[in-house]
């Protein structure tokens, strides 16, 4: 039997190469993505930037740690506390202390995340003059890298109290030991800085949140025993004074969902792909099987053929396979580096496992493509098979049926159960990722029932036409079934993962926005520029626009402990009640929003308690507990509507937005003349309505849309090559039928355009069953977002579907044409009597 099998493999290598191609891609990929979710587990150890060199950092409270039944849960507050004054005092008797401050300035011609800091802290990095001098005027500054030189005139914009003005650069700064200027420091994240004099950075940044001390740290932590959340910091602990020192772990977690995503999408993919090949190549050797149950061969030794051949591919392609994504893998982590993806420090480590699960993963995958297959084919008499190889008279098992229903009920009723206990669930993106791959394999499954008559519906209209072309072409589509379907496979996953994926982001970003649309009535908005915000001269400037009513809000956080054990964090808007009901439409599904005062709270009904009138322990932005009445409750909504709390509530919170309607009779463009004047000094932008629903439409950011890229373009690149793969390979095991064509009269060319729109219309049957897996997707997140009271339109991304139809018919046209062109070179007689 293996002298057989070896036999096989070399008459029949067209079919094997095709088989081959799918599984050795497959593994490679998911070898490509195994490395990379195994290098993005850890991150490389980080040690303090800014304060490498100072000798003891004391941070103000920052962090909210609740005790719980199952430990300590902490999270970072939306407005930390400063180091107190009193404790502040204690530290100056100890030593010298100088007062860290971090606020953002723009400057024209430099980077775009410059960071403003006083220029007693260039010390600590340690960072030394590499040209020119200290700053020693309110004019002056140091920078670090090389966009700007000494004397160079730059005008800025920035600090919490946001000042525009023109500064003059009297020096540039390097890290020591490295004998170069330093901005970025590659691979670390560090940051591009701008040092003012001490006193023109208090004056830019009032508020600090961390100082230095030039003490013994034992002293210093007895100085500060007794006040709350204050932290001293020493040794490495001082990176927890750098900017966001927890982008490591941040950028880890990001890369995880990532490359998990993609991992279970091209996963899915593969596996779908190399069954789905392999079960269609023993599916081609039906007459091959019947001559051999002919001339005596049992069923078993079929059985036992057919697996040694699927073995010895499965080994050699999985081999190949693993080769392939060791290449591919630092070719992907470079890419996700370059755009962004990835923290610059991410490699593909010197990890093994990912190595033996893509093996065996295509190696048993392989084997159950062909099992299934093989079983059929060996249990079928030899005449059945021998009648049954012109024609598929019955195209599906009981088996194959039976699955497909299941899977098709499984999913149906898995839908039916989110939709009424967790709708929002359905709004997560791990849920709008993974649900279409349940429905695209009961599709692909029950595939063969729909063949028949989608074929006949598309080519109903070409039938009609005069000529033969078009009832041929109907007819070979629905006489081979298996070929149809195995061809439309791939089909059905692009289209479908395409249009459910796209779809499902679009339709969720509509939503948010018609939530933005109805909730806003203000006919103006101003918004702050950066993260200032507004200050009480421009609030006041605002307030005095004759025919205005203004609305200020703050952005801010409230936290709540749910179930006893999880603490959460809502975005939180601080207004006052009266000017938000004038200017805003909450989604109230209970009480009043004129209801709110300082001694409550709006929420909405995600949270456990959402009962108006019952009380609810919180902690605010800068970490105060304090119990609030429910004054109202929200609807859950797309999960953005946060909670609402009063300006006493929201404490050191700037400004950010000012909401405005317009009183009887006042004029649209008078007011918006005078609120562009009022504004014009902090920067602040005037906004209509529609404008600003416009300006916060959500719409993915590059990383996103880069990830989606990612997820998407592998997945349907393999798609692609493997709808090439499958339709070589049914189009050269057609070489005897397309001989007889020639002999009954037909001309190369027409054989050849026979051939070409029998591959198009397999092309729309796998779009359109691709599109009917799309739609029930998009009508089961519809219908989530119903039940969260938000109707919205379904988008549906209609360029990308047709791109990709585009591209599936150009690509099967040409595998099609091709290899029928090569084989009609030689004679038909020839072919006709050519052994299979």
């Given at each position: 039997m293996l002298s057989t099998t070896l036999h096989t493999l070399r008459t029949r290598w067209v079919t094997f190469t095709g088989s081959f191609v799918a599984l050795s891609l497959g593994v490679a990929l998911i070898a490509v993505m195994g490395l990379a979710l195994a290098s993005s587990l850890d991150a490389p150890a980080r040690g303090p930037e800014r304060f490498a060199a100072a000798p003891v950092v004391v941070k103000g409270h920052d962090t909210l740690k609740v005790p719980t039944p199952i430990g300590e849960r902490a999270r970072k507050l939306a407005q930390p506390r400063a180091v107190p004054d009193d404790a502040i005092a204690k530290l100056r008797d100890l030593g010298t202390v100088v007062e860290d401050r971090s606020f953002p300035v723009r400057a024209e011609g430099g980077p775009a995340d410059l960071v403003g800091h006083p220029w007693s802290t260039a010390a600590f990095a340690p960072y030394e003059l590499a040209a020119g001098r200290a700053p020693e005027a309110a004019d002056e500054v140091v920078v670090s890298g090389d966009w700007a030189r000494p004397g160079t005139a730059v005008r800025t914009d920035g600090g919490t109290v946001r000042v525009v003005g023109t500064v003059r650069v009297v020096g540039t700064v390097r890290a020591v030991g490295t004998g170069r200027a330093v901005g970025t420091v590659a691979g670390r994240g560090f940051e591009d800085a701008v040092f003012y004099t001490d006193a023109r950075a208090a004056e830019l940044s009032p508020r600090s949140l961390q100082l230095v001390v030039d003490a013994d740290p034992a002293a210093v932590r007895e100085a500060v025993r007794g006040s709350e959340g204050v932290q001293v910091l020493t040794g490495d602990a001082r990176r927890y004074a750098d900017a966001d020192p927890d982008r490591d772990s941040e950028a880890l977690t990001a890369m995880n969902a990532m490359f998990g995503t993609a991992g279970g999408v091209t996963g899915f993919v593969s596996v779908f792909v190399v069954a789905s090949t392999f079960a269609f190549a023993v599916a081609q050797r039906r007459r091959e099987f019947g001559l051999l149950r002919t001339a005596g061969a049992t069923p078993g030794q079929i059985r036992r053929m057919v697996v040694y051949e699927a073995l010895v591919v499965g080994v050699l392609a999985s081999a190949v396979g693993c080769a392939l994504g060791s290449y591919a893998a630092p070719k992907l982590a470079e890419w996700a580096v370059e755009e962004s993806l990835a923290p610059r420090w991410f490699t593909i480590g010197d990890y093994t496992w990912p190595y033996p699960m893509a093996f065996w993963t295509g190696l048993f995958v392989a084997l159950c493509g062909v099992l299934a297959a093989s079983w059929r084919a060996g249990r079928t008499g030899p005449t059945e098979t021998l009648r049954e190889a012109s024609v598929d008279t019955r195209a599906m098992t009981r088996g194959r049926l039976l699955f497909g229903v299941a899977l098709l009920i499984t999913a149906a009723v898995t839908l039916a159960l989110a939709l009424t206990t967790n709708p929002g669930d359905l709004l997560q993106r791990k849920t709008y990722v993974s649900r279409p791959m349940l429905l695209i394999t009961a599709v692909a499954l029950l595939a063969p029932v729909l063949v028949r008559p989608l074929t006949r519906l598309i080519a109903w209209l070409p039938a009609q036409l005069p000529g033969a072309g078009g009832m041929l072409v109907r007819e070979n589509a629905v006489a081979g079934v298996r070929r149809t379907a195995a061809v439309a496979?791939?089909?059905?996953?692009?289209?479908?993962?395409?249009?459910?994926?796209?779809?499902?982001?679009?339709?969720?970003?509509?939503?948010?926005?018609?939530?933005?649309?109805?909730?806003?009535?203000?006919?103006?908005?101003?918004?702050?520029?950066?993260?200032?915000?507004?200050?009480?001269?421009t609030l006041r400037r605002l307030r005095a626009v004759s025919g205005a009513e203004v609305s200020a809000s703050s952005s801010s956080a409230v936290y709540v402990l749910e179930d006893g054990v999880a603490l959460i964090r809502s975005d939180a808007r601080a207004v006052e009640p009266r000017p938000l009901a004038a200017t805003a439409r909450l989604p109230l599904t209970a009480g009043k929003t004129s209801d709110l005062d300082d001694d409550s709270i709006i929420v909405n009904e995600e949270w456990e308690k959402h009962t108006v009138g019952e009380r609810v322990d919180v902690w605010l932005a800068d970490g105060t507990r304090k119990s609030l009445r429910i004054a109202a409750v929200m609807s859950i909504g797309t999960g953005d509507n946060g909670v609402y709390v009063t300006p006493r509530n929201a404490p050191a919170a700037p400004v950010d937005r000012v909401d405005v309607r317009l009183k009887d009779g006042a004029d649209a463009g008078t007011v918006a003349a005078g609120l562009r004047q009022a504004a014009?000094?902090?920067?602040?932008?005037?906004?209509?309505?529609?404008?600003?629903?416009?300006?916060?439409?959500?719409?993915?950011?590059?990383?996103?849309?880069?990830?989606?890229?990612?997820?998407?373009?592998?997945?349907?690149?393999?798609t692609g090559i493997s709808l090439a793969n499958t339709m070589v390979m049914a189009t050269s095991d057609r070489v005897r039928e397309l001989a007889v064509l020639r002999l009954a009269g037909a001309t190369r060319w027409q054989v050849l355009r026979l051939v070409g729109a029998e591959a198009l219309m397999v092309v729309m049957v796998g779009g359109l069953l691709g599109a009917l897996v799309a739609g029930l997707n998009m009508v089961g997140m519809w219908s989530a977002l119903g039940l969260l009271s938000v109707w919205t339109s379904i988008e549906i991304p209609w360029a990308t579907l047709a791109a990709t139809m585009g591209a599936c018919a150009a690509l099967a046209v040409l595998s099609a044409i091709v290899p029928a062109g090569l084989s009609l070179r030689r004679r038909a007689v020839e072919l006709a009597g050519a052994r299979e």
């Open positions: 496979a791939p089909v059905l996953v692009t289209v479908a993962l395409a249009g459910s994926l796209l779809g499902a982001t679009a339709t969720l970003d509509e939503a948010k926005a018609t939530e933005v649309r109805e909730r806003t009535t203000a006919d103006f908005v101003v918004a702050a520029a950066g993260d200032a915000g507004f200050d009480e001269a014009r000094a902090s920067g602040g932008e005037v906004l209509t309505r529609d404008a600003w629903v416009r300006a916060t439409y959500p719409e993915a950011n590059r990383t996103t849309r880069m990830g989606f890229f990612l997820v998407l373009g592998i997945a349907l690149l393999y």
